[in-house]
């Protein structure tokens, strides 16, 4: 089965800062997609961004933009200009082409004023 | 917009007792999953299914069943609840062939006494 590991349990950023989130994978496989997600305290999981991995082009969603290097099964969220609203946990998700999603441990990001 | 439903929010059962987590979604999704997240550990998948009467085991089935007799449904079943399944249920839906979005409902809370 496929895994994904979040190394950073807690992470903090000032509010209008840059902040980089780590996550790492482990795959045979060539085609699958990979996400992060955002939990807030409300604990609705919502869908930050999407990255085919077929598409070398790096996915970007306004302030949120991802660095995905498939020779290396890595795959990190920068969130710029961080307001005290991306406070949340964030997960890292990779989904196979038979539909089986696996999810990190997650990183929980404070930002702060 | 996609509605994920899970029927109880917080559910307090008695060890032993047969638990029933009822899922309904509306947008028509051939893909249902059941998670179960706790500190630490992420998202850990239970069961996921990619049509009706279709089921698949994923990393932590042991103790749980499920069954999806209509496509809008998907039934997470704890045959003997034990405190060890004391958690937060997760359940959510996507496409086949997955176009990459996973929707979640607003999870349940269970606690096993």
């Known amino acids: 089965a496929q895994t994904v590991t979040q190394s950073q349990p807690e992470m903090s950023v000032q509010e209008a800062e840059t902040v980089t989130l780590s996550c790492t994978y482990d795959?045979?496989?060539?085609?699958?997609?990979l996400f992060w997600y955002k939990q807030p305290p409300s604990r609705q999981m919502i869908l930050v961004i999407r990255?085919?991995?077929?598409?070398?082009q790096n996915a970007t969603e306004n302030r949120f933009s991802v660095n995905f290097q498939k020779a290396a099964k890595s795959f990190s969220l920068k969130i710029s200009d961080s307001q005290l609203g991306d406070t949340a946990m964030y997960f890292c998700?990779?989904?196979?082409?038979?539909?089986?999603?696996?999810f990190g441990a997650g990183t929980r990001l404070t930002v702060k004023p | 917009d996609v509605k994920v439903t899970q029927s109880s929010r917080y559910l307090v059962k008695r060890t032993g007792e047969k638990v029933f987590l009822e899922c309904v979604q509306d947008?028509?999704?051939?893909?249902m999953f059941w998670y179960r997240q706790d500190p630490g550990l992420g998202l850990r998948l239970i069961y996921f299914?990619?049509?009706?009467?279709?089921?698949e085991k994923g990393d932590i089935p042991e103790g749980y069943s499920v069954s999806r007799e209509k496509k809008e449904r998907f039934s997470l079943i704890l045959e003997s609840a034990s405190t060890n399944q004391t958690s937060m249920y997760l359940c959510?839906?996507?496409?086949?062939?997955?176009?990459?979005?996973?929707?979640f409902g607003e999870g349940s809370w269970l606690t096993v006494v």
């Open positions: 959510a839906s996507s496409l086949w062939p997955a176009e990459g979005t996973i929707y």
């Open positions: 795959t045979s496989e060539s085609n699958y997609y």
């Open positions: 990255q085919e991995a077929y598409k070398q």
């Open positions: 998700a990779f989904m196979n082409n038979n539909n089986d999603m696996r």
């Open positions: 947008m028509d999704h051939e893909n």
């Open positions: 299914s990619y049509d009706v009467k279709m089921k």
